[in-house]
């Protein structure tokens, strides 16, 4: 079967893991990704939160799978040469070097369009064009500028980062679109174009709705929020709100059988209007059905606090699960919290391939995030990451169409790391 993304070439000159999350999808999709790397080195992940010695991380061949790497040192004439003619062939590059990094390079966005006019340059920054725009950026940074760690957390505690790489993996995922669509406008103009996002920008789009709330608070109290309910006045911004509903439905952690031991005994539980009567039958309160200060939203947000208390005396009743099954009978929206080794072990995840197992020739075999985009018509295999310099011949010989005796000089010249065919079997 043909795959979505078949016969389209990806320069990946991509590292850590906002740049490598953004091909690995395009990989996925069935894109040919050549992954380019400093020879001897690679993509610094390799080696980092190293688990068993000698192997390529976890965090490394979680974010490459599907792709080929070829070693290239940039900075050396000969590496150069290599890698134009790569640029020449392929019809995106994507990269999240520094600022000013591939400029430096030599491979400005202007010498990148005289190679090839058709080609893609898709890059990653941590800022836009602005006071920050020649910061280095990481995930936590790209969360508290982007305005998710301050409206993460509870309000009288410290901004929170979350685990989710929405500032990384978010930023990605922004960027896979942006190829997939400038590669959809050449298909009209036949040229190439110039893909940019920024990670501070990718956050607060992610955070959305924390900017619609700052707009309101100019019209009032946000009467969702628990603080609302406790009677403490709002400031200027928006504030922390726990674990309140960023939705019209408040919802709030609850703890279930077993809290005081297991660190994930809650479930994530949503008064929704359309069910609150079945939800006052559930935890036996159905007077607060025709109850003034129960029975309309409107009524209920000044009390949040109290009705969650009782709705938790309910849920403390049983475990996650027990809770979970019995809602979802009533179309009441509520969610237990997952650990990762819940996650890991879930069956029907594996079923859909959200969660593989992948063998690896150093490793053995390891649990990875499969692709969470499923198409009908281009289903995912997700093969290993390779290892550093794995492909570095083939995509000579067979990318690139070089002859035996232009492989060994370029060899001989130490710019793709190895010396010699010889040293490179
Ligand atoms: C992530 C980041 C902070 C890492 O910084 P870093 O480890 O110092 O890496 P840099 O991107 O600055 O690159 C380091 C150098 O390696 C060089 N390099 C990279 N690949 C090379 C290769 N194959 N051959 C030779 N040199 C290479 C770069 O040209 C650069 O050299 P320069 O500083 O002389 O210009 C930075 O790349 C960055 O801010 N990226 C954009 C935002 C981003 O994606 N952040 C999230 C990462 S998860």
Redesign the pocket.
């Known amino acids: 079967m043909v795959k979505a993304l078949e016969g389209v070439r990806i320069l990946d000159?991509?590292?850590?893991?906002?740049?490598?999350t953004c091909t690995q999808l395009l990989a996925w999709f069935g894109a040919d990704v050549i992954k380019?790397?400093?020879?001897g080195?690679g993509d610094?992940t390799r080696g980092q939160l190293v688990d068993v010695p000698e192997a390529d991380s976890l965090y490394f061949t979680m974010l490459n799978h599907n792709k080929r790497s070829i070693?290239?040192?940039?900075?050396?004439p000969e590496?150069k040469r290599v890698l134009e003619e790569l640029i020449k062939i392929c019809d995106v590059m994507v990269e999240?070097?520094?600022?000013?990094?591939?400029d430096?390079?030599g491979f400005s966005w202007e010498r990148i369009q005289e190679i090839n006019p058709r080609i893609i340059l898709a890059?990653?920054?941590?800022f836009g064009p602005g006071p920050y725009e020649d910061?280095?950026?990481?995930?936590n940074?790209?969360q508290c500028t982007g305005g998710s760690a301050s409206t993460t957390g509870f309000r009288d505690g410290l901004p929170l980062v979350t685990g989710s790489q929405i500032?990384?993996s978010g930023?990605g995922l922004h960027l896979a679109l942006g190829i997939v669509t400038a590669l959809f406008q050449r298909t009209h103009t036949g040229r190439g174009q110039k893909v940019s996002a920024a990670?501070q920008d990718a956050v607060l789009n992610l955070c959305r709705v924390k900017l619609r709330d700052q707009q309101r608070l100019a019209h009032g109290p946000l009467r969702e929020y628990s603080q609302f309910g406790e009677g403490i006045e709002f400031g200027d911004a928006v504030p922390r709100a726990g674990n309140d509903s960023g939705g019209g439905q408040p919802g709030r952690i609850l703890k279930c059988k077993g809290w005081e031991t297991d660190p994930n005994a809650y479930i994530y539980f949503i008064t929704q209007a359309p069910v609150w009567e079945k939800i006052c039958d559930v935890i036996g309160e159905p007077d607060w059905k025709t109850h003034p200060d129960y029975a309309k939203p409107a009524a209920r947000l000044p009390r949040l606090n109290a009705i969650f208390a009782r709705i938790e005396q309910w849920t403390m009743t049983m475990d996650k699960f027990e809770a979970m099954n019995i809602l979802n009978k009533y179309d009441i929206p509520c969610g237990p919290i997952l650990s990762m080794k819940e996650l890991a072990e879930d069956e029907s995840l594996r079923a859909t391939g959200t969660v593989v197992e992948v063998d690896h020739p150093v490793r053995g075999s390891y649990l990875t995030v499969g692709n969470p985009i499923k198409l009908s018509d281009s289903p995912t295999e997700v093969t290993r990451s390779p290892l550093l310099g794995e492909h570095t011949e083939e995509i000579l010989r067979e990318v690139l169409k070089f002859s035996d005796d232009k492989i060994e000089d370029i060899l001989a010249t130490g710019a793709l790391g190895v010396t010699s065919k010889v040293a490179a079997e």
């Open positions: 000159f991509t590292h850590v893991q906002s740049g490598p380019v790397e400093r020879p080195v610094i070693t290239i040192d940039t900075k050396n590496g999240n070097f520094a600022p000013g990094a591939l430096r390079m890059s990653i920054k941590g910061c280095k950026v990481y995930e940074v790209a500032g990384d930023t990670m």
